[in-house]
């Protein structure tokens, strides 16, 4: 590597950053732009590709336009982003149409009927993966169904990251995990080989009934497979041409690997918009008799070193509390303000100083459903009039845990016993939350010190490949060397073990209720 620096890209789906690491100096430095999402009928989730694109090259040439001795310190660039959904790109890598997010839910009715017909069966097998709405199959089988134009001018269907990669680099090609990711390749070939070149399942294109448009698929590239940024990338960013580019991975496995985890001997929870809950195993437990069949996971994809990720996830996570403090308990939140306080700082520091009572309330995080049931909705139950503000946040603190705790008791479910806990996204920010974390979940909570963990790992993988650090592991390890841990209170394990019986009890019950939606 000739420069110095790494540069990595992390497009989630509201923000865009590009982080730029100093591995001799141990410092970082990173630039966000929003990109605004598109919503045209009711259901319908999209982004501008171009204004994606347009946005992070600002953040590159914000970063390069402040760097002591230009573009060339900038040694090799990693990539991670968003999985699922669809970007439609020409054989230039332009797009073809707006992006479609993962959260769309046009295919709807059609993942309704598959699942009725045992669709998700039929094709766990290859392809790993539940049937949701805002996965890649279903997406393209609504396009074809309802708008095949696009389809018919599009040359191949990209994931976020590798969307990114070619506008960089001019050449339009898929990777590994975020094929895995995705749900269309035979997953099951890697089972013989982990270095395998992937292909789209046959099978599961017939089941989808979209075998027609098996074109629009590449064949996979492995994680480390190298680049050179185009001349017209490099016009755009202000990157230096030819600088490298390393193909990356989806984003829940950067997430995993930048958390320090390589093996099986942690599990990764992410606590942002989405609650994101992993476990990495054997690839040789990646089938139905295994891991796959006894977890039944949201989503599974491969990950480094020859790995499964199983990933248990749904919109239960810190969303809901965001919600809370701008949506409804908004009194004590306009108070915060007109104090000129941070409202979701001073709110978590009141819960440091709350009473616990085996009767507070509970709050179930299912306002943008549930991880069993889409139409679940949120509620508060066992309010009474001794109850003010901070009890009743309190309870949505809580709750939110106690579904983390849901996902990750299912993950656990071949283990012998449970596992420590790597926290990461919005959550682990807050010392009050990372304790109450490690009380509801009853075990070690440990936190880094770097917020910005999956663009840590593609920057150690980009390090790995261009010899600055010998693996990746080395690299995450010199890159986040300070991790807090954060013990259960032993005096607090009954009470939180009599809460959260109950809280399973109506959480089974809270998800059978559609609320005149019908079944």
């Given at each position: 590597?000739t ?12 923000y ?55 573009p ?58 539940g ?35 070619a ?27 982990p ?27 492995d ?8 001349t ?15 193909a ?27 609650s994101?809950?992993?476990?990495l ?12 069949g ?44 007109a ?7 001073a ?9 616990r ?30 109850n ?19 996902h990750?008791?299912r ?12 926290l ?22 440990q ?73």
């Open positions: 590597m420069g110095d620096l790494l540069l990595a890209l992390d497009a989630g789906g509201s865009v950053k590009a982080t730029l690491f100093d591995p001799a100096a141990g410092t970082s430095r990173t630039v966000g732009r929003a990109v605004d999402l598109v919503r045209p009928r009711p259901g319908f989730t999209e982004r501008d590709a171009e204004l994606l694109w347009s946005a992070t090259c600002r953040c590159i040439a914000d970063l390069v336009a402040d760097l002591d001795g230009g060339g310190r900038i040694g090799v660039v990693g990539l991670t982003g968003h999985g699922n959904g669809l970007y439609l790109v020409d054989a230039a890598g332009r797009p073809t149409a707006n992006a479609i997010m993962a959260a769309d839910g046009r295919a709807g009715e059609l993942v309704g009927a598959w699942l009725r017909d045992g669709v998700e069966d039929a094709v766990r097998g290859q392809a790993w993966n049937v949701w709405a805002g996965k890649p199959g279903p997406l393209l089988a609504w396009l074809d169904r309802h708008d095949p134009d696009v389809l018919d001018r599009t040359h191949a269907v990209l994931s976020c990251k590798d969307y990114l990669r506008r960089l680099t001019g050449v339009v090609s898929t990777e590994v995990t975020d094929a895995t990711a995705g749900g269309l390749y035979d997953n099951s070939a890697l089972l013989a080989d270095g395998a070149t992937l292909s789209a399942s046959d099978g599961t294109l017939r089941a989808y009934g979209i075998e027609h448009r098996r074109g629009l698929l590449r064949e996979t590239v994680s480390t497979a190298e680049y050179g940024v185009s017209e990338g490099a016009a755009a960013t202000g990157l230096r041409p030819g600088t490298p580019v390393v990356g991975l989806v984003d829940n496995a950067a997430m995993q690997h930048g958390s320090g985890v390589f093996d099986s001997g942690a599990v990764c929870v992410g606590a942002g918009t989405w994101i809950n992993q476990l195993v054997p690839l040789e437990q990646m089938t139905m008799d295994g891991a796959l006894s977890v039944r996971p949201y989503a599974s994809n491969s990950a480094l070193n020859g790995l499964g990720l199983l990933c248990e996830a749904s919109a239960t996570s810190a969303s809901n509390f965001a919600w809370a403090l701008e949506r409804v308990l908004t009194g004590a939140s306009g108070a915060d303000r104090a000129g306080s941070d409202v979701f700082e709110r978590l520091e009141r819960e440091r100083e709350r009473s009572r085996v009767d507070d309330p509970m709050f179930f995080p299912f306002i943008d459903g549930s991880r069993d049931d889409s139409a679940a909705r949120g509620a508060w139950l066992g309010l009474s009039s001794a003010g503000e901070d009890d009743v946040l309190g309870a949505v603190l809580e709750g939110i845990c106690f579904e983390h705790r849901r990750v008791e993950l656990e479910r071949t283990l012998p016993r449970p596992l420590p806990v790597r990461s996204g919005g959550a682990s920010r807050s010392p009050v939350w990372c304790r109450l974390f490690a009380d509801v979940l009853a075990r070690p909570v936190v880094s010190s770097v917020t910005e963990l999956g663009s840590l790992c593609v920057a150690a993988l980009a390090g790995a490949g261009s010899g600055v650090f010998r693996t990746v592991e080395e690299g995450v390890a010199r890159l986040s060397p300070r991790w807090s841990t954060f013990e259960p209170d032993e005096r607090l394990a009954e009470h939180f073990d009599r809460r959260w019986r109950t809280y399973q009890t109506w959480a089974s019950q809270l998800g059978r209720l559609h609320w005149g939606v019908d079944a």
